[in-house]
């Protein structure tokens, strides 16, 4: 939550991933929800949640208090339009995520709008997803394609597809030599920690590679697991349209070369998630600078990175997040 008290925490203001301002004057100046609200609701309840000022005026990116003349009326005005389906397709709102705000005799709204649920995206506008349908993207509000739509929808139908128990799927579908890899990894990070000692199997299990449905009464190797770490030829058959694609290409975008460096499936490594990681982030980190400096008494060699991404894979457990390109058809 912003700590607004004063007009100086207003004038240091700056809109963000996370916070909106917006001057809510309305024509007659007696206050009134702006239009451009809803896109920004919809931005951040399909992104990390936010925060939106109503109140506040930006003048050449400077920001002042102007305050809302009527704020309950505001707010009713708010909740009428949240709860209409035509309007907002959910409301993720509820009383304690707004307030108002009284600064030097001038009302202030915040409203806190949280980051909706996987089986409640996309949240967008006017009944129509692929026309209504906002995420939030450094300090502004942008609408989703197409692509990113039908992905938040086919996420809808399972609380988390990666746990399904895969049938007819084991332990013969895993590179073992992937697995202990990220198990020897696991081990220099946390030496300490009660997973290491372990067998493989009950390891799957903790990590949710190997899932028991005590309801079904099955067992056996989840998405995850064969994701992450399965051999490539069960991967295939697991997942017909899974394909990771890492491509460096050539700054000149007018070249004729598509790419200069690419790594995907070939038949000569594993084609799974966690062998996909480790060959891009080497590439990532081949050519940086290591400068030389000190800290205290300590020579720190890390440098700062900053790599352009087309999406992010998260690896679970204790893995960094790898930024390259992936591809999925």
Known sequence: MTNIHTLEDIATLSETLGLECKLA???DGKGQLPVDFWPTYSAFANSRGGIILLGVQ???????????????RVITDLFNTVNNP???????????????????????????VPAAHRKQKPVYLNGNPFQGTYRR???????????????????QVEDSRDSRILTGFGLKDLDLDSLHAYRNMLAVHRPDHPWIALDDQEFLQVTGCWR??????????TLAGLLLFGKWPAIQEGVPFYFVDYQEQPEDKTSQTRWLDRVVPDGTWSGNLF????????????????????KGNFRQDDTPCTVPCVRRWSMPLFMPTIQAGLRFW
Do not use: W
């Open 275 to 294: 062998d996909f990681y480790r060959k891009v982030s080497r590439k990532l980190v081949a050519d940086l600078k290591v400068p030389f400096v000190l």
């Open 137 to 155: 993207l450094h300090d502004g509000d942008r609408r989703c394609d197409d692509e990113t739509i039908k992905r938040m929808l086919a996420e």
């Open 58 to 72: 930006e003048k050449q990116g400077r920001f002042s208090l102007q305050g809302v003349n009527q704020p309950e």
């Open 86 to 112: 035509q309007k907002v397709s959910i409301n993720l709102l509820s009383d304690q995520d707004v307030s108002i705000l009284t600064i030097e005799g001038k009302s202030l709204i915040t409203v806190s």
């Open 212 to 221: 028991q449905d005590r309801l079904q009464e099955d067992a056996g190797l």
């Open 25 to 27: 004057a309305g024509r």
